[in-house]
């Protein structure tokens, strides 16, 4: 509307006073929409994601910025014409640190009575319905940092002598993991088989707690784990141990509650419900404290030394994706494991460009002391069959976590017989954690070898390309003297050993996984 009129003094105040009132109606008063919003919706398990936004309007014209937990915000822009409100986000350029904001989240909707009614697209892919009130800038940036302990070292917590497996609920489940499907996947690790392999972690990824904490600071579940104690009593019972997640930031990256400035008291409900392990994940705290080798080493010693303090054994696994090399200074803090990198996602290039970063620190995994490239997506169905078999004699070979992320009830014969292969498994759990070297690169095909406990040297011949590669293996290269005997891991037969080369046909992204003994 515009608001610029020329006309007689009297008549410009009536004028105005109706257009005021006009504006004000039809919700198109100047600055209405000015300020901080908490944009609030349900998770649908007693909890609410929590987004803000500062808006400023101009005309019908809104534009401001997005805030999850990042203070630096993301910009935005919409529109209010009469009462409809529509908002959505300028994606960052690409490459920027929050993937789920590659893509513009819209938000459309009504504003009336100081409240928008929106629904929401683009967030992690779904669709959510919420509510947006004013709120102030303090509620909507992250708290100021709590005073960190003095760095010392942690003592061996004396557990995981061979890299932790199990399963993890991230990978598949994400945010609608549940006590049932944690319940199934114990039932499923048994009946299966993994379990007498090794796979004994039950492990609960995000989105377990309740939004707020009771009178005395006690954290709470939210209504999809209705009994933390009854489901670790019933994983137990299985012979199998169970695992929980949390955040040294107020919030997790789900935005769930975090453990921050309670960390003695979570460490202490955790151990009184049974909890055997712990994946620690940096999410808001990023937002709250540098990223620096001491600040976070000091975090997360914070947290491990509440662990130790409670007396019950916990496996201590630190996530902040390989930031300020943990591998340096994880077991300090008492980790027993430490993320090495971004979040793994179903897809060769996410498998491939980790794997492959991991060999030159694979000297620093030591007994209870693990490089954690990522959980396991065998079996979720973005990679074919070569290429799981890729990942997981890569993850073999690095000494790394098997941490299975698949749905365990709907496992096929191949997947199986991928996460399930006695021979692989054997040189993760080496007990000689002789760290994988890299033996030649020719184009597209990587040789790799370790050298396992009984003598006998595994060596993975890798195809990263597009196209099947013919390999060429020096027997020379990869061991002393002669060869007795050679067998092929994953055909599970005998390979001739005639000669001084081995020649093999590597499929496109396969491997050829051979265990030689001199
Ligand atoms: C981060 C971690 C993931 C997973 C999610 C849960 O992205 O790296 O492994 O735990 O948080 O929100």
């Known amino acids: 509307m515009n608001c610029k009129y020329v006309m007689p003094f009297q008549k410009v105040v009536t004028v105005a006073t109706v257009m005021l009132l006009f504006c004000s109606l039809t919700g198109h008063a100047q600055s209405s929409l000015n300020g901080y919003w908490d944009f609030r919706s349900s998770n649908g398990d007693g909890t609410y994601r929590e987004t803000f936004f500062q808006l400023e309007q101009n005309g019908d014209k809104l534009t401001g910025k997005w805030f999850g937990r990042d203070p630096n915000g993301v910009p935005m822009q919409g529109m209010l014409s009469g009462t409809n409100v529509h908002l959505e986000t300028v994606p960052p350029p690409s490459g920027a640190r929050t993937p789920a904001m590659s893509r513009p989240i819209t938000y459309d909707g009504t504003f009336t009575n100081g409240v928008m009614t929106l629904t929401s697209s683009g967030f992690r892919g779904t669709t959510i319905k919420g509510e947006a009130t004013k709120t102030t800038r303090e509620a909507a940036m992250p708290p100021a940092p709590l005073p960190l302990p003095a760095l010392h070292d942690l003592p061996d917590n004396g557990l995981v002598r061979t890299p932790p497996m199990g399963w993890n609920s991230w990978n598949k489940f994400a945010v609608k993991v ?75 990256c789900a935005s769930y509650t975090g453990s921050f400035g309670h960390e003695v008291q979570d460490a202490k409900m955790y151990a009184s419900w049974g909890i055997d392990y712990l994946k620690y994940d ?36 630190l996530c902040q994706y390989g930031e300020n090399d943990p591998w340096k200074w994880g077991a300090k803090a008492g980790g027993n494991l430490w993320r090495t990198t971004g979040d793994i996602r179903d897809q060769w290039q996410s498998m491939d460009k980790i ?36 990942h997981m004699s890569l993850w073999a070979l690095l000494s790394a976590p098997l941490i299975a992320g698949n749905d365990l009830s709907s496992m096929s014969g191949e997947t199986k017989s991928i996460l399930m292969n006695p021979d692989v498994v054997a040189i993760d759990q080496d007990i000689a954690v002789n760290p994988v070297k890299r033996i030649t690169k020719q184009g597209d095909v990587e040789i790799l070898a370790r050298k396992m406990a009984d003598g006998s040297t595994v060596v993975g011949l890798f195809n990263r390309g597009s196209q099947p590669e013919d390999a060429t293996l020096e ?44």
């Open 355 to 390: 794997g492959f970063s991991q060999i030159d620190i694979a000297s620093y995994n030591k007994p209870g002391r693990w490089n954690d490239p990522d959980m396991l997506e065998v079996g979720n169905g973005g990679m074919n069959a070569d290429e799981y078999r890729t």
């Open 475 to 518: 027997w020379s290269s990869v061991i002393a003297g002669k060869v007795a005997s050679v067998r092929d891991l994953w055909k599970h037969e005998p390979v001739a050993a005639n000669g001084a080369t081995y020649h093999a046909s590597v499929p496109t992204h396969g491997v050829v996984l051979l265990k030689i003994k001199p």
């Open 282 to 317: 940096l999410c808001s705290a990023r937002y709250i404290y540098k990223s620096t080798p001491e600040v976070h080493q000091a975090l997360y010693q914070k947290m491990g030394e509440a662990l130790q303090a409670t007396g019950r054994p916990i496996v201590f696994s």
């Open 178 to 252: 549940t006590d049932a499907d944690v319940r199934a996947a114990a039932d499923e690790l048994v009946s299966s088989g993994m379990a007498k392999m090794g796979y004994i972690y039950v492990n609960i990824d995000d989105t377990w707690a309740a939004d707020e904490r009771d009178a005395n600071g006690n954290i709470k579940l939210n209504t999809k784990f209705p009994n933390m104690k009854a489901l670790a009593d019933y994983v137990h019972s299985r012979g199998l141990k169970l695992g929980i997640y949390s955040s040294p930031g107020p919030k997790t």
